[in-house]
């Protein structure tokens, strides 16, 4: 995934922006970088990894090391970035949130008519954020150079630049798959992923770019460079897993249709709910619990915590270089609330199954503190299909999906032709999928929200939502 943090101001701006960078920390876990401008200095840089520590610890140097009153940062999931670039278009810093996944055509298309080259890194992989650069470059004006680079990739790629007169221009993905949300106070302008991140630091919403549109913002006010598309697809895991509780995208608030989403699946089971004899509803992981919170609120079944996770020094299980060594911590996290477990009938809401690897740790871990039983609800459909556009979900294959996988246990190749049908859990093979995830993982029982579920808690046109990790339409 990813995100970035910009602003454009009157006054010096670095330390709103680190702590910009830092509210965008769920979004990312590999690197971070944060560039500045000054007319001094010009354009300042700088990139750390992310992998062991959190951003906040790796650029407590950064006020020593750079200041101005125009900066941006990002965290990143992939390439180190931002880049500075020096081009036809001036002398600016760069930095995308998305994906690219024809990047390896694209970089031998434009070595090809440039007959330049391009810096390689490890294994000679081209920043992906340099490709975009080089295509920008291809046109005359950084508009048309930015929207030739949407036409070009397949994927997603918002845009975000800090240019060499301290103004920023800053570009939705071409189908608004992610959001861009501009914030306005006395002193300038924010650019951000996460508007509360700005609403904290004292800027007021003034607009959320809309699909591929393109703006230059200067503290004095902000110059539309290309209008927005017609075609929306935003990303529907933005609410449903990916945003924090406190974003709003759309107008819509995470953690308000997390609660109703919850709701609907409740009302959902209403009639079958009381012969499972639930002690308690609960959460998990934490991104579970206000999905959790509403389908206790509507079905009137008591809400527990019964396990509490230890984060004060293992704050997030990936940390660790191993697999082992994850596994291990991410177990090591997880304290017993044995009142709340022992001899009890527990249904928990996961906010989605993707492997279930660590799922199924955490079902074997209330069995042995001496659960009586474990259901499971996924709080959005089963995930048949390997995001294209985000990094959900794209470092495992379709086959690693234990929806996917699951079926062709079951069917072989012939059960890939009934996605639909197994998407659906009042279908013949839409049951034989829950009960044999169930089986396998040791849940007593097993059901998905449906995709009309999801939606409408999130409550946009169905046509403007990107679903296809969950039916394969774009």
Aim: proline share 5%.
């Amino acid at each position: 995934m990813g995100g970035f943090f910009g602003i454009t101001s009157k006054n010096e701006c670095l330390a709103d922006v680190f702590f910009g960078v830092d509210y965008h920390s769920h979004l990312g876990t590999k690197r971070a970088g944060m560039a500045a401008w000054n007319p001094q200095d010009g354009l300042q840089r700088t990139i750390h990894s992310i992998e062991n520590a959190p951003f906040r610890t790796r650029f407590t140097e950064i006020f020593s090391e750079m200041h101005g009153a125009s900066a941006i940062g990002c965290i990143s999931d992939t390439d180190p970035q931002p880049l500075l670039m020096r081009s036809r278009h001036g002398n600016y810093a760069i930095c995308i949130t998305g994906v690219i996944n024809n990047a390896e055509e694209l970089i031998a298309r434009y070595l090809d008519l440039s007959g330049t080259h391009m810096a390689a890194m490890s294994g000679g992989r081209i920043n992906n954020t340099e490709l975009v650069a080089a295509l920008i470059s291809e046109k005359p004006t950084l508009a048309e150079g930015i929207h030739f680079a949407h036409a070009q990739i397949d994927g997603t790629a918002s845009i975000l630049i800090l240019m060499d007169d301290g103004s920023l221009v800053a570009a939705r993905d071409r189908f608004g798959r992610l959001p861009v949300q501009i914030g306005r106070r006395e002193d300038g302008y924010a650019v951000s992923f996460e508007a509360f991140a700005y609403h904290k630091l004292g800027f007021e919403d003034e607009r959320e770019l809309g699909p591929g549109e393109i703006v230059r913002i200067t503290p004095d006010g902000i110059e539309q460079l290309a209008t927005p598309g017609k075609e929306k697809r935003v990303c529907a895991f933005l609410w449903s897993y990916f945003g924090f509780p406190t974003a709003v995208y759309e107008g819509v608030s995470v953690e308000a249709m997390r609660y109703r989403n919850g709701a609907v699946m409740a009302q959902n089971e209403a009639e079958t709910l009381p012969d499972l004899h639930i002690d308690y509803v609960g959460g998990v992981p934490d991104s579970g619990t206000p999905h959790a919170i509403g389908f206790s609120n509507e079905s009137h079944l008591p809400f527990a915590r019964a396990f509490i996770k230890y984060t004060p020094t293992w704050n997030r299980s990936f940390m660790p270089p191993t697999q082992a060594d994850r596994e291990h911590i991410a177990k090591m996290k997880q304290i017993p609330v044995k009142e709340l477990i022992e001899g009890k009938n527990l249904l928990f809401v996961d906010d989605s199954i993707v492997r279930g690897t660590q799922l199924k740790e955490t079902v074997d871990f209330l069995y042995e503190s001496g659960a009586k039983t474990v259901h499971m609800r996924s709080a959005c459909p089963p995930i048949m299909y390997g995001c294209k556009f985000l990094n959900f979900s794209r470092s495992v294959s379709d086959m690693e999906l234990i929806a996917r996988r699951v079926i062709m246990e079951l069917e072989g190749e012939e059960g890939l032709q009934h996605i639909p049908e197994y998407s659906d859990g009042t279908t013949e093979r839409g049951k034989a999928l829950r009960k044999a995830i169930s089986e396998k993982f040791n849940f007593a029982s097993l059901d998905f929200q449906t995709l009309d579920g999801v939606v409408g808690a999130i409550g946009l046109p169905p046509e403007q939502l990107c679903t296809y990790c969950w039916n394969g339409k774009e």
